[in-house]
């Protein structure tokens, strides 16, 4: 009896811990780690559970300023069945790892929580097969496992008392039973899932315009953007506005989650999802909504405003409806109530509902892969509950990782495409870096993943996350361009390249039609790693059947090791050069044509070495063993055909005129002015090159960049 | 009079759907669910009171079906098109999204 008091008064284990590696390399790690094995917080299920987040955290030394910090999410794992033997001074938590996604050797925790003094760190050690135990020194972080802040603005027409919700579960006689007496909030519903919400006061918006009568999604989107006060901050994080709003453009929606992919679609550039959402207090369910409720209906209001407002703010956690999982039956804040009564019969739902999310909803939010609950991480209805996209088992890093960032980056990594690509259209970014400081900063000139310092993720339109991986890997030493202090009105603060990322080692990357996300993380100087943000582009679908023909040519090795090399003459890529040439021929005036043209004619245009046999011709295939090896010319170059090539390129681009045209423009004419100057025509080579600044400057290009072009052309044939 | 609410719901992605009721065609336009909302979009319909019959139609998936109700006031069917077929749920009172 004693024994069973005494184990009552052990104080809960359960909740947050927080703290950074101390086995070597110290301090470059941090880990969260959320204990879900007893019960801490009143009537929220324990789900004998335990999973961590880790961060890498990387210091940047700026003399003459404190050292930098930035943190960069790396995954996240769960522990499903731990094990848990408890002494009288100690808990100690085992089990097998299981990382939400990647590849990783098999692995394992070992957790010691010390229960004396209170507040002492936990230890957690990592043990991965293969490789050192990681040591993490954890300081308990409260009872909830999350916490989110919820900035709630209020549309001045529906400005009054109740504008939070707030309801007696014992009101209404229609409830369970077994159900616990307690009067429910949004942050005391979300406290029992585990969360801890909260809420800041956003203010009011005057929505008394007279023409103004209900809000889309595009308007809610908006709103969001000119009130949130945390939405111009980097992205993902832990905060979520709603809004209090009169009546949505459909008068049967109560409430919406407006922040998700159809939005997003009306954008050019990609965003973050499931910032915020609203509730319409003029919707049907709210008539009788009061201050405090005394009759049935006023209750049945006082219902339906909390459930709107937690089942709202569940799509933000990535919480799909219980229907769209299969579990129609779930009695769950995600469910619809009509759903379920259809099933179950009249007044059912209510019966039935213990005011709480599901257990598979539960897990998702609190022990869930970060990147697919936290507020502008995955896109709404991805990786909700299997948690990464399908194929995304063989990443080589998690969906969502690498991409959240905390703390001040020294410099800004972006990724620019143009929005749409013709089918067979050869597919290249620009990777750009900013000075974010106000002192110089040196970054790497190569930008590019040939050299190591840049590696681009592509998702799929299947939702495949891929690594590009090119054909060549170049070892040089580290170049580096100096960046001015930011904001330098010469623009000296910026470095960027363009990178080819049609084919690379393990293929075509862009050889379906459909949506695809790029991102791209750059490994600077020292331990710098700085994640971009994501641009979304469109491959189209094939326009004529001929084209779609093309491709079974083009979408070959020989093609595209051919179009990665910029042109070949080597006999091993003859077919694919064939393939290339058709098609920059055939398809003269699409950018498909032109773009394959552009690539592939300095590569015609030069010459080109193979390694033979000494008295050997080139064209012989009769070597002997004996015979010694030569490096020896095939080709001085194919100078008609490569401009040809150029002039095809060089005439589309200029018809189909377009800001996104101006680089490739410039790059296919210097490649002219260099075959004319190899052939000697001088005075050609200068006028193609005086005529391209005439064709820039009228299509609004920078004034220096014309100049450039100008001062090159000048000295032709004087260097 | 009387007013029938097509409430197209779950499981559409752009299907042409085609209402007819009592024989002539009252609605003819594409569905696509918004997710988040399990809604496309709903429809109202004013008729006179007394029984009518409603024809849903949706060409790509040969799906046809025909709901026969009797209105008085609101009636609101929703439709929700799953792989087995179409669901149809009948209610006095309004369906609601969230």
């Known amino acids: 009896m004693a024994k069973e008091t005494a184990k009552k008064k052990a104080a809960a284990i359960s909740g947050a811990y927080r703290g950074l590696l101390t086995s070597a390399p110290a301090g470059t790690q941090r ?147 077994s159900l616990t007496k307690r009067d429910l909030t949004l942050d005391r519903a979300y406290g029992e899932a585990g969360v801890e919400l909260v809420l800041h006061d956003g203010g009011v918006i005057d929505d008394a315009a007279p023409e103004f009568a209900s809000w889309t999604d595009a308007e809610l989107h908006n709103a969001m953007e000119q009130h949130f006060s945390r939405f111009k901050e980097r992205w993902p994080r832990w905060d979520l506005w709603g809004l209090l709003a009169s009546r949505y453009e459909d008068p049967f929606v109560g409430g919406v989650m407006f922040d998700y992919a159809s939005v997003e679609d009306e954008m050019s550039e990609v965003s973050s999802q499931r910032q915020g959402f609203a509730v319409f207090r003029n919707h049907e369910w709210f008539k009788n909504l009061v201050p405090v409720p005394a009759t049935e209906a006023e209750f049945e209001s006082a219902r339906r405003f909390l459930w ?154 299947d939702g495949r996350i891929v ?58 100087l020292g331990n710098v790693l700085v994640p971009s943000n994501v641009t979304r582009v469109r491959v189209g679908h094939p326009k004529t059947e001929r084209c779609d023909r093309m491709a079974q040519d083009y979408f070959s090795d020989e093609s595209g090791t051919a179009l990665y090399l910029g042109g070949s003459h080597s006999s091993f890529l003859a077919k694919g050069m064939n393939t290339l040439m058709a098609l920059a021929e055939e398809q003269s005036d699409t ?21 033979g046999y000494r008295g050997v011709d080139a064209e012989s295939e009769s070597a002997s063993p004996e015979t010694e090896t030569i490096v020896r010319r095939v080709t001085s170059g194919d100078t008609p055909q490569a401009m ?49 600044a005439g064709t820039l400057t009228a299509a609004g290009v920078k004034p220096s960049v014309v100049a450039k072009i100008e001062d090159d052309a000048d000295k032709c044939g004087k260097m | 009079m009387a007013h029938i609410h097509i409430h197209l719901q779950e499981g559409f992605s752009g299907e042409e759907v085609r209402v007819a009721i009592d024989g002539e065609e009252r609605m003819s336009r594409e569905a ?55 669901r149809v749920h009948v209610r006095d009172s309004a369906f609601g999204y969230g």
């Open chain 1, 467 to 524: 690594e590009y991986m090119p054909i060549n890997c170049k070892l040089a030493e580290a170049k580096t361009i100096t960046l001015s202090p930011a904001g330098a009105a010469d623009s000296s603060d910026r470095h960027s390249r363009s990178v080819f990322l049609s084919y690379g080692r393990f293929g075509f990357y862009f050889d379906e039609p459909g949506q695809y996300y790029i991102r791209a993380l750059y490994h600077g």
């Open chain 1, 308 to 461: 709107t407002f937690t089942h709202e703010a569940g799509h933000a956690f990535n919480l799909m409806h219980s229907f769209d999982k299969s579990r129609e039956d779930a009695r769950s804040w995600m469910n619809y109530v009509e759903y379920y009564d259809e099933r179950n019969g009249n007044g059912a739902f209510w019966r039935d509902f213990g005011f709480s999310f599901d257990d598979e909803e539960l897990r998702h939010i609190r022990h869930g892969n970060r990147a697919a609950v936290i507020m502008g991480g995955e896109a709404w209805s991805t990786g909700t509950h299997a948690e990464s996209p399908r194929g995304s088992d063989r990443n080589r890093v998690p969906p969502g990782a690498l991409s959240s960032v905390a703390g001040d980056l020294p410099i800004e990594v972006l990724v620019r495409a143009q929005p749409y690509f013709e089918f067979l259209e050869p597919v290249s970014i620009e990777i750009r870096t900013r000075n974010l400081l106000p002192i110089p900063v040196s970054v790497s000139t190569s930008l590019h993943p040939e050299f190591g310092s840049v590696t681009v993720y592509i998702r799929r339109p």
């Open chain 1, 644 to 692: 040809k090539l150029a002039a095809i390129a060089v005439e589309t681009f200029k018809k189909l005129s377009s800001p996104a045209l101006n680089i490739p423009l410039e790059r296919i004419v210097r490649t002219r002015a260099d075959l004319l100057l190899r052939t000697g025509d001088v005075e050609a080579a200068r006028d193609e090159l005086h005529d391209l």
């Open chain 1, 31 to 177: 880990l969260d780690l959320r204990v879900d094995v007893d019960s801490r917080i009143a009537e929220a299920m324990v789900l004998q559970q335990v999973s961590g987040d880790i961060f890498r955290i990387d210091t940047m030394v700026v003399p003459g300023q404190p050292p930098m910090e930035t943190e960069v999410y790396q995954e996240s794992w769960i522990i499903e069945q731990p094990k848990v033997k408890a002494t009288a001074k100690t808990v100690a938590i085992t089990g097998s790892i299981r990382f939400w996604s990647g590849e990783h050797p098999n692995s394992t925790a070992k957790i010691i929580i010390p229960l004396t003094p209170k507040g002492a760190a936990a230890e957690v050690t990592l043990i991965y097969q293969s490789l050192p135990p990681r040591t993490f020194s954890c300081l308990p972080a409260g009872e909830f496992f999350r916490s989110v802040r919820l900035e709630v603005a209020v549309c001045k027409s529906v400005a009054k008392e109740p504008m939070l919700p707030l309801y007696g579960t014992h009101s209404l006689p229609q409830r369970p039973e």
């Open chain 1, 591 to 611: 950018l498909a044509g032109a773009k394959t043209a552009a690539r592939i004619a300095r590569g015609v245009g030069m010459p080109f070495h193979d390694v």
């Open chain 2, 32 to 86: 696509r669910t918004k997710r988040v909302l399990s809604l496309a979009f709903h429809e109202e319909f004013e008729v006179s009171d007394g029984p009518h019959s409603v024809q849903v139609a949706i060409p790509s998936r040969r799906i046809e079906k025909q709901i026969d109700v009797d209105a008085h006031g609101d009636v609101h069917i929703g439709l929700g098109l799953r792989e087995d077929g179409l």
